[in-house]
Nanobody
């Protein structure tokens, strides 16, 4: 019912920046929260950042001060501004959200976008 489409990933050198976007479309009545997870090869998927319906943000300690999550509710879009990127940030980044739909609250995932930080 809800589709999440990420964009903005790519290859960047250490210290560089990227901005990820996630657009939610479909029959959306409300957004409980939206956020970003990432998964590196051989590692567990981890929460990077999220923003609640009230605008409260949370960040993983590893990205705090470097990444910023923001949203545009009118466009059902969230962004992840990633600055001062490190090789350790290399991962597939997934958009995630809980939405109010015709059938109540539902959790949805995007397809993922690759972020590679390498010199």
């Amino acid at each position: 019912q809800v589709q999440l489409v990420e964009s903005g990933g790519g290859l960047v050198q250490p210290g560089g920046s990227l901005r990820l976007s996630c657009v939610a479309s479909g029959s959306i009545f409300s957004i409980n929260y939206m956020g970003w997870y990432r998964q590196a090869p051989g590692k567990q998927r981890e929460l990077v950042a999220k923003i609640t319906s009230g605008g409260t943000t949370n960040y993983a300690d590893s990205v705090k001060g470097r990444f910023t999550i923001s949203r545009d509710n009118a466009k059902n879009t969230v962004y992840l501004q990633m600055n001062s990127l490190k090789p350790e940030d290399t991962a597939v980044y997934y958009c995630n959200g809980v939405f109010g739909t015709n059938w109540g609250l539902r959790n949805y995932w995007g397809q993922g976008t690759q972020v590679t930080v390498s010199s």
